[in-house]
C-alpha cells in the first residue's frame, strides 16, 4: 500500500512545478469577475498566492490537515491576508457568500462518486453570491492513458527532491475500473543513487462533458460559457480540457 501524496505539500509542489497553465486563466477570471473569492480543494495555495497578489479578498477549503498548514504558512511568509481552512467539499458550511468560487486543476475528481460531486457542487451554488461566477477546470478523460498497459510504467515527469535538492523522477502505471470509472493511479518516485522508490497511491473519478453538463444544471447553476482550453479557445470534441463558467 503506497503513501498518500496529500499528505506531502511540499513535495506536491516539487513535482508539480511545471503546472502553471492555468495561472493566467484564473487570474483573468478574478480581475473580470472582481469581488470576494473562495477556493475549493485549495492544495498547497499555488492559485491562493496569485489572488492574494493582487489584493483579493481569498478563503481557501481544503481536506488535508496537512496541505492546510502548509498553504498557510505560505501565505503568512508572504505577508498577505488570506487563509485557508480544513473542510470537505461536499458539506463545507461558510456564514457568507463567494463572488467568485473555483475548483482548479482537476481537483474534482477526487469525488469518487457522482453523489458526492453533486453534494460539491451544490454547496458551491449555495455559497455563491447572486451575480457571481462559478469556474471548474477538469481535463477531458483520454482513453489512450486510462487503458494502457497497467503492468508497464510510464514516465510522468522529472523534478527535484525539496528536503536536499536530489534529482528525482516519477513514474506511474494505473487501472481503471469501466463500472465505477475510477481510475487508480500507483506513483513510483525515484532519487538519484535511490534504488528502490517511494510509492504514493490515489484515484481519480472520470467524469465526461455530458455528465458534467447535467450535474452542474442539477446543482441549478446556468452553464454560461464553455472552454476547450485556457486559453478561452470555445470547447469542441477535439478539446483536451472541459472549463465551464457558471451563473445562478
Known amino acids: 500500500m503506497g503513501t498518500n501524496i496529500y499528505t506531502e505539500p511540499a513535495l506536491y509542489d516539487a513535482v508539480n512545478w511545471w503546472k502553471n497553465n492555468d495561472i493566467q486563466f484564473i487570474t483573468d477570471m478574478a480581475d473580470e469577475i472582481g469581488g470576494s473569492v473562495l477556493?475549493?480543494?485549495?492544495?498547497?495555495?499555488?492559485?491562493?498566492?496569485?489572488?492574494?497578489?493582487?489584493?483579493?479578498?481569498?478563503?481557501?477549503?481544503d481536506s488535508s490537515q496537512e496541505y492546510v498548514e502548509y498553504a498557510n504558512q505560505k501565505i503568512k511568509?508572504?505577508?498577505?491576508d488570506g487563509r485557508v481552512i480544513l473542510g470537505d467539499m461536499r458539506t463545507f458550511s461558510l456564514p457568507n457568500t463567494?463572488?467568485?468560487?473555483?475548483?482548479?486543476f482537476n481537483s474534482f475528481f477526487h469525488l469518487l462518486t457522482n453523489d458526492d460531486a453533486l453534494a460539491c457542487l451544490t454547496q458551491a451554488y449555495t455559497h455563491l453570491s447572486n451575480q457571481g461566477k462559478f469556474v471548474i477546470d477538469?481535463?477531458?478523460?483520454?482513453?489512450?492513458?486510462?487503458?494502457?498497459?497497467?503492468?508497464?510504467?510510464y514516465h510522468v515527469t522529472n523534478f527535484t527532491w525539496p528536503e536536499d535538492g536530489s534529482k528525482g523522477m516519477v513514474k506511474e502505471r494505473n487501472h481503471y475500473n469501466d463500472e465505477t470509472q475510477i481510475n487508480h493511479i500507483w506513483w513510483y518516485f525515484y532519487k538519484e543513487n535511490m534504488d528502490d522508490p517511494s510509492l504514493f497511491e490515489f484515484d481519480m473519478h472520470m467524469i465526461y462533458p455530458d455528465t458534467m453538463d447535467r450535474l452542474l444544471t442539477e446543482a441549478g447553476f446556468t452553464i454560461e460559457k464553455k472552454y476547450g482550453n485556457h486559453d478561452k479557445t470555445p470547447f469542441n470534441e477535439e478539446s483536451d480540457y472541459q472549463i465551464y463558467v457558471c451563473g445562478k
Request: glycine share 12%; aromatic share 16%; net charge negative.
Open 39 to 61: 477556493e475549493l480543494a485549495a492544495g498547497t495555495g499555488r492559485l491562493a498566492i496569485e489572488r492574494m497578489d493582487k489584493g483579493q479578498s481569498y478563503l481557501g477549503v
Open 77 to 80: 511568509s508572504k505577508g498577505f
Open 98 to 104: 463567494y463572488d467568485f468560487i473555483f475548483i482548479g
Open 138 to 153: 477538469l481535463f477531458i478523460p483520454d482513453p489512450s492513458f486510462l487503458y494502457k498497459d497497467e503492468n508497464k510504467l
